[in-house]
C-alpha cells in the first residue's frame, strides 16, 4: 500500500510540475471586449447614487484575455472603462505577446502609461485588466485566486450594506424604515449592517441629524450584538462630522466611514484625534496605495479602507491590506463582488465583507442573467464562503452573454 501511495503521490507532483512549467512559457494572444445587456431594476438618480427602479436593459462589458495555449481570463465592469480607444491605445499595446503570469510587470507597464493620460486609462480599468490575468491564472492552474493569493480563510462575515435613503414610501425614506429593514437583514442572517444615509438630490439632504435619527432607529430595532457602520454623506465639514461622531459613539457603533472630502488627510486627522470612535477611509481618494500609506502616516484613519477598482487591482488591494497589517491596523475591503471576495480571503486584517447594495425592494439574491450562480451566497449564520472555482469564481453564462452581445471589439 505504502508503494501505491507513493507512486500516486509522484504521479500527482509530476502532473502539477508539468501543468505549472506549461503555463509559465504561455504568451498573451489577443484582448477583446463583449459589450452585452440584461436586465437590472437597479436605477441611478442625479448624483449618482444607486436605487431601485423599473426593469430596463443595462449594458455590461465583458473582457477577455486569451493565450497561444488556450487559456482565458475574464473580468465585468462598465463598457465605458475599457471602450475600444483603451482596450487599442493601452491594453493591448503592453499584453500582446507578454506572459500572464507577470502580472505585477505589466501591471507596472500600464500603470507608467496613465502618466498624462490618466482621465483616459483610469485606475478602475487597469484594475479589470489585472483582474482577468489573476482569474486567467487561476483557471490555467486550477486554483481559486484567493489561494494563489496566500489563503487565509474559507468563509467570512458580511455585513449588509444599505442603498442610499430615499423618498419612497416604505422603503429608506425614514429613520423608522432604516430601523425595519435592519430587523429584516438580522432575520436574513446578517450580523452587521452598513447605513448609506440620505444625499442630494433628496429635499432635506445632507442633515446631520436626519443621520443620527437614522442610526439611532437601526440600534433600538437591531439591539446591543449587531455591529452596526455609516458611511453617510461625504462632504459634510468638521463640524457636523465631529457632532456625528460624538453620537454614533453613543450609540457603540463600529466604525464612522468618509463623512468628509478625502482630500485633506489633516481634516481626517483633525477628527479621528477627537473621536473615540474609528475613523475608516480612504475610499475614493486617488494614488492607488501610495495615498493609504500617506493616510497611515499622517494618522488620518484607525481602519484602512481600499477596494480592488479603486486602488487599481487585487494585487495593490492586497499592499494596501498588508501596509496597514505592518501598522497594527485592520483594512476593510470596500465593495463586494468576486476580486474583493478574493483579497477577504487572502488577508488576516479583514473582519468583514461588505454584501450589497441593499434596499427593501429589491433582492440582492437575485442571479444577475449573465452569471449562473452568486458570487457570493450567504448562509443563515451570516458567512459568505469562499469559492473553491478555479480563478476568481465567477460561474459565467456564455451562452446569455453570446445572445445579447450588442458590440464586440
Request: charged letters at 20%; hydrophobic letters at 40%.
Amino acid at each position: 500500500m505504502r508503494i501505491i501511495a507513493s507512486m500516486l503521490y509522484d504521479d500527482i507532483r509530476i502532473n502539477l510540475i508539468t501543468t505549472i512549467s506549461m503555463k509559465v512559457t504561455m504568451n498573451i494572444t489577443s484582448v477583446s471586449v463583449d459589450v452585452f445587456s440584461f436586465p437590472s431594476r437597479r436605477a441611478v438618480d442625479s448624483a449618482g447614487h444607486a436605487h431601485p427602479g423599473e426593469e430596463k436593459p443595462v449594458r455590461m462589458a465583458m473582457l477577455r484575455i486569451a493565450c497561444d495555449d488556450g487559456s482565458e481570463g475574464f473580468s465585468f465592469g462598465p463598457p465605458e472603462l475599457i471602450r475600444p480607444h483603451i482596450i487599442e491605445s493601452f491594453v493591448k499595446k503592453v499584453l500582446i505577446g507578454q506572459n500572464p503570469m507577470n502580472r505585477e510587470k505589466i501591471w507596472q507597464e500600464l500603470a507608467h502609461w496613465q502618466r498624462g493620460s490618466a482621465s483616459q486609462f483610469t485606475d478602475r480599468a487597469l484594475a479589470l485588466v489585472e483582474q482577468a490575468l489573476w482569474d486567467l491564472a487561476g483557471r490555467a492552474l486550477k486554483l481559486p485566486v484567493h489561494k494563489l493569493l496566500g489563503g487565509y480563510r474559507d468563509k467570512v462575515l458580511a455585513y449588509g450594506s444599505t442603498m442610499c435613503g430615499d423618498d419612497l414610501p416604505g422603503g429608506l425614506s425614514t429613520p423608522d424604515e432604516y430601523g425595519q429593514f435592519a430587523e429584516k437583514l438580522v432575520q436574513r442572517g446578517y450580523k452587521g449592517i452598513k447605513l448609506h444615509t440620505w444625499m442630494p438630490p433628496i429635499s432635506f439632504a445632507p442633515n446631520p441629524r436626519m443621520d443620527v435619527q437614522a442610526c439611532a432607529a437601526v440600534r433600538e430595532a437591531v439591539g446591543p450584538d449587531i455591529a452596526l457602520m455609516l458611511d453617510g454623506y461625504h462632504w459634510y465639514n468638521r463640524t457636523d462630522a465631529l457632532y456625528i461622531g460624538r453620537e454614533l459613539q453613543k450609540l457603540d457603533f463600529a466604525w464612522f466611514e468618509e463623512p468628509m472630502m478625502e482630500d485633506s488627510a489633516e481634516s481626517y486627522a483633525w477628527l479621528a484625534a477627537n473621536l473615540d470612535i474609528p475613523v475608516l477611509g480612504p475610499e475614493s481618494i486617488a494614488g492607488k496605495y501610495h495615498s493609504r500609506a500617506s493616510w497611515v502616516t499622517n494618522k488620518a484613519c484607525d481602519i484602512l479602507r481600499a477596494g480592488v477598482a479603486g486602488v487599481g487591482g487585487i494585487g495593490p488591494c492586497l499592499k494596501v491590506a498588508h501596509l496597514a497589517e505592518s501598522f497594527g491596523m485592520d483594512c476593510e475591503v470596500h465593495g463586494n463582488g468576486a476580486a474583493n471576495l478574493a483579497v477577504v480571503g487572502a488577508i488576516s486584517n479583514c473582519r468583514w465583507y461588505e454584501r450589497g447594495l441593499l434596499h427593501p425592494f429589491l433582492d440582492y439574491d437575485d442571479v444577475p442573467a449573465y452569471l449562473n450562480t452568486l458570487v457570493d451566497p450567504m448562509d443563515s449564520d451570516g458567512f459568505v464562503h469562499l469559492s473553491e472555482k478555479p480563478g476568481l469564481g465567477e460561474d459565467i453564462n456564455f451562452s446569455y452573454i453570446e445572445t445579447h452581445t450588442e458590440q464586440r471589439y
